[in-house]
């Protein structure tokens, strides 16, 4: 079996929200939507459509139920018609992906496979409405090498294939001593792809011509940067909670992530004397440095994103390196090699506990 898409018409009222409050929390749980009669399951996906479509925010169901907001809407725009994408799974489940415009043009799963597949790169994968695809630029590899690691120039496209949002191109290196793809998703580094009619002639152009000197040298830059920069503990605190929360929801496969995660950040607890890192403000964890370099955090987290996640696991691990290396690092520039991590670490301490 494989992944199957069905696309159909309906308006805000067809959809029917099946949802519990917790007696406790007063936190409210949507099970499942009604939509024509079949109880789909709908995807963080599904919510941001409909907020952006019809213009609210997730904060309105703290005072209104979900059935008021959609009844108030749908006595507004009776006629407002919307096309829907439901998503079945090879294992046979069926989630509700999206709303969007049906005047907006949408492709389709396997035109997008199909489109990609003709042009050299890496893996073509399905998550979440999305096809992400890695390819070679037009300038070719442009092989480099960073303090003894080899890279080579790679972009990643994402394509939606439920008629929401549109196709984006992020800067990426693949470092080929164990074929680590660093995906670079953040602002800095993405291009949104403008779309036509033809949504697969536009993809097609896209990848025929795009490149992009200047992106990549920054991101070499910051690369560069990586290894003259000691991790900060708010960085390596920061890369542990997304560690955690996947790998308690089985999202990451690799079986000693963790006890690999304390030996390359210098086992923190154990070097600070807390059982908590958060009792720390995030002032002083910003200038405590721990015994890795920010080029370790992003090697470990495209390791674990590239070879042991699934996809939500694996965005969210390629987003932590977007945002670490799109901004200054704490500790920008203190690994130089005259400086010892004991005396830096000796140094730092003393300020930040006195």
């Not at 480099?144 to 394509?159: L, S, W």
Request: hydrophobic share 35%; charged share 25%; proline share 3%.
């Amino acid at each position: 079996m494989k992944w199957n898409f069905e696309y159909g018409h309906a308006r805000i009222k067809d959809f029917q929200v099946n949802a519990e409050r917790d007696t406790r929390s007063g936190k409210v749980a949507v099970k499942s939507i009604d939509l024509h009669g079949e109880q789909l399951t709908p995807t963080p996906r599904f919510w941001r459509s409909m907020f952006q479509r019809f213009g609210f925010s997730e904060s309105v169901f703290r005072y209104f139920d979900h059935g008021e907001v959609f009844q108030r809407i749908a006595a507004r725009t009776p006629s407002d018609t919307v096309r829907f994408c439901v998503e079945n799974s090879p294992e046979g489940k069926r989630r509700l992906l999206s709303i969007s415009n049906p005047k907006r043009p949408v492709i389709t799963h396997d035109e997008v496979v199909d489109l990609v597949d003709r042009y050299e790169g890496g893996d073509v994968s399905y998550a979440d409405g999305m096809i992400t695809s890695t390819h070679r630029p037009r300038s070719g590899d442009c092989t480099f090498e960073i303090g003894g690691d080899h890279f080579k120039h790679r972009f990643v496209m994402e394509t939606p294939i439920d008629g929401f949002s549109q196709p984006r191109i992020f800067l990426s290196f693949l470092r080929m001593v164990c074929s680590n793809g660093a995906i670079g998703y953040s602002r800095a580094f993405r291009s949104d792809v403008s779309l036509g009619k033809d949504i697969g002639h536009c993809i097609s152009r896209a990848l025929d011509s795009y490149d992009n000197g200047e992106g990549y040298a920054a991101l070499r830059q910051r690369f560069e940067s990586a290894q003259t920069s000691w991790a900060s503990l708010h960085e390596c605190n920061s890369l542990y909670k997304i560690l955690c929360k996947f790998e308690r929801g089985k999202s990451i496969s690799a079986e000693n992530v963790m006890l690999d995660f304390h030996k390359m950040t210098g086992r923190l607890h154990e070097l600070y004397g807390m059982a908590n890192l958060d009792a720390l403000s995030e002032k002083r964890q910003r200038i405590l440095p721990a015994k890795c370099r920010i080029y370790d955090l992003v090697n470990f987290a495209s390791e674990v994103a590239t070879h042991h996640s699934s996809g939500d696991a694996n965005r969210s691990l390629q987003a932590f390196i977007g945002t670490l290396i799109s901004d200054e690092y704490d500790m920008e520039g203190t690994a130089v090699d005259s400086t010892e991590f004991a005396d830096l670490l000796l140094t730092e301490s003393s300020a930040a506990l006195n």
